[in-house]
């Protein structure tokens, strides 16, 4: 089975809100790049944009994605360049549709996701119900610190729901590595 549209994740390191609810822009880590690189890849996904606008920060990600590239990281491990081979460092979640945008010849359907929404537009089901109308790419977007700002989440074209646990008392922070596997898990067995 395959996703019904090509398919894009991008993980937002900024604009993203702080626990105050403030504007910031959170830091890369180094997991963040291999783990979701290779769900992406595992699921289908055509490309991987890390969105930072921290230009040190895109040097890191460069330097990292760069080692697998090469030699050294060819022979330690040749499987790693392939699930990296579509991940990509970009400096706004604009400019990251424009890229779709050319590749694709037609903006995507932008996707949020958020532990915290107040309202959602459906689950997976729904949202590939919904990209199988409107056959546009799809751009799932995911943030980092205490998630996407107001802003990001009011432009989107669908507001993806929750994961909601079974803990009994409410509590519901899983890492942005769980969170893409179980929705790229959830939207591959809603197929």
């Known amino acids: 089975m395959k996703l019904p549209t090509a398919s894009y994740i991008g993980l937002v390191h900024g604009p993203i809100r702080s626990k ?9 880590t180094n997991l ?7 769900t ?19 040097a890191m990600v460069k330097k990292i994605l760069g080692f697998w590239e090469a030699d050294s990281g060819l022979i330690y491990n040749p499987d790693r360049k392939n699930a990296l081979a579509e ?6 979640i604009e400019l990251a549709i424009e890229e779709i945008t ?8 932008v996707v949020v996701t958020g532990a915290n929404f107040e309202k959602y537009d459906g689950k997976e089901k729904a949202l590939l119900e919904q990209i ?3 056959g546009k790419p799809m751009f ?26 079974i803990a009994d008392d409410g509590y519901n922070h899983l890492s942005v590595r769980s969170a893409v596997a179980i929705y790229c898990d959830r939207l591959a067995r809603s197929l």
Not at 32 to 38: A, F, L, P, T
Not at 40 to 58: S, V
Not at 87 to 92: L, P
Not at 103 to 109: A, D, L
């Open 20 to 28: 105050d609810g403030k504007e910031i822009t959170t830091s890369v």
């Open 32 to 38: 963040d790049i291999h783990d979701i690189s290779r």
């Open 40 to 58: 992406a890849r595992t699921f289908g996904f055509k490309h991987y944009f890390l969105i930072t606008p921290i230009k040190t920060q895109q």
């Open 87 to 92: 991940a990509e460092v970009i400096d706004s």
């Open 102 to 109: 050319k590749i694709e010849g037609q903006r995507p359907f």
């Open 132 to 134: 199988r109308l409107d």
């Open 140 to 165: 799932l977007l995911f943030g980092t610190g205490w998630g996407l700002t107001a802003s990001v989440v009011e432009q989107a074209d669908f507001r993806l729901e929750p994961i909601f646990g």
